[in-house]
């Protein structure tokens, strides 16, 4: 076999000025448009090598410097060799509720964590309420959160030596329990499911049950929040952090946008020990976890920053999350939730794939919970007046600061 990709002579890439121009005519814009259209055409089928493969650009040199490729198997053995003792291994196609045949180049952590990205459930955090419903361009939702929270995660979980594969994936499913409007969809639905509604446990045991994950994974997943057991792994615990550290500066910094809060109000504990930037902050947070497994193999954080964060916290709390508009738009979502619920469970004809279930039948009430809680915050919105007949002041406001 044949390899003749080699290592590019370091040049600069140079590209062609773009001229500004005055008084562009329509007929310009059709030719430019025409022009764009006719470059992208000529790339569709890519460019064939003498090696008798397509490569992406014509002058394409990349390759991997020796042929062949690193199967799973030998990647587990390399990883288990980087790895500290207590780390969570891969094994397989991993423990999971029903057997599979493990992929011939992925560990079955990676497995999880490729299926978690490409679930509905996961797609729609992008439309799930962080803090504040619809909104911003800037503020986060659920799914930038999650991303967030991930890279957290992976930040600690790399130089303490466990496994990032699985404490991405983690990271990544951690909320996908969530129902529409934050954490006040919790309240909503509670009433209808036995021992309340928890996003942690929804996720991992109905919203993501069909994707067949790993135990160690759903585990994870379903003990992220502090109120919860201790997860099972030191990159449930990991992530267990990460999720706090994450909300924490990015709901401060969001309310700040919002003119909420001001920058001068941040807690003179965190300014003083984390600084007053979110990034500062996200490595005065990062670097303590670390130091704690140097100093005492335990996943945790130095008190310092540990207090500095309890403090943050306690103040998002009362400047944010429990502020009088942030109650009144939680009882709005509770509302809405709770009666489109009901709704569902008197006429379950109306859920997707539920028409066999009787009306007021724990049957009709279960999927009519999923249902809700797989919404998005402006589908549920579409709902309550589809559905229920709401005008527009009955329904969730976006941010309020009167």
């Known amino acids: 076999m044949t390899f003749h990709a080699t290592e590019p002579s370091r040049r600069p890439i140079v590209r062609a000025p773009v001229a500004y121009r005055e008084n562009v005519s329509e007929s310009d814009i059709d030719r430019d448009m025409q022009e764009r259209a006719e470059r992208w055409a000529s790339t569709m089928s890519g460019s064939r090598s003498t090696e008798g493969i397509v490569l992406a650009h014509a002058d394409s040199w990349a390759g991997t410097g020796e042929p062949g490729v690193r199967d799973r198997e030998r990647r587990e053995l390399l990883e288990d060799a980087n790895m500290v003792r207590l780390a969570t ?15 011939p180049f992925r560990t079955c952590f990676e497995r999880d964590r490729d299926r978690i990205l490409h679930a509905p459930a996961f797609r729609r955090l992008a439309g799930k309420t962080q803090v504040f419903v619809f909104p911003d361009d800037h503020q986060r939702t659920r799914l930038t959160h999650a991303l967030e929270v ?7 979980a790399r130089p303490l030596g466990l496994n990032v594969a699985l404490t991405e994936a983690i990271a990544l499913g951690h909320d996908c329990g969530h129902g529409p409007g934050g954490h006040a969809s919790e309240d909503a639905l509670a009433p209808y499911v036995d021992g309340g509604f928890d996003h942690a446990v929804w996720g991992a045991d109905v919203t993501l049950t069909h994707l067949n994950l790993c135990r160690q994974t759903i585990d994870g997943i379903r003990n992220h929040s502090w109120s919860r057991p201790a997860p099972g792994t030191p990159e449930g615990e990991v ?15 969001d309310a700040v946008d919002a003119r909420i809060v001001s920058p001068e109000q941040l807690p003179a504990v965190v300014r003083a020990r984390c600084g007053d930037t979110r990034p500062s902050q996200l490595g005065a947070f990062i670097t303590s976890m670390i130091a704690a497994a140097r100093d005492n193999g335990r996943i945790g954080m130095l008190a310092p920053e540990a207090e500095a964060l309890a403090e943050f916290r306690r103040f998002n709390y009362e400047e944010v999350y429990l502020r009088p ?18 709704h569902y469970i008197a ?19 279960m999927a009519a919970v999923s249902y809700v809680a797989g919404m998005t915050d402006r589908f549920a919105c579409r709902q309550g007046v589809a559905l229920l007949g709401w005008t527009a002041d009955r329904l969730p406001r976006g941010i309020d600061v009167e």
């Open 89 to 103: 291994r891969a094994h397989g196609a991993g423990e999971r509720a029903s057997d599979e045949e493990p992929d």
């Open 150 to 156: 991930a890279q957290v995660a992976t930040a600690v």
């Open 239 to 253: 992530v267990s952090w990460a999720d706090r550290i994450a909300y924490v500066c990015h709901d401060f910094e």
């Open 325 to 342: 508009a942030s109650k009144k738009q939680a009882s709005a979502v509770i509302d809405l939730l709770r009666a489109l619920v009901e």
């Open 347 to 365: 006429q379950p004809t109306l859920l997707p794939g539920a028409a066999h279930f009787e009306p007021s039948t724990s049957e009709a009430r």
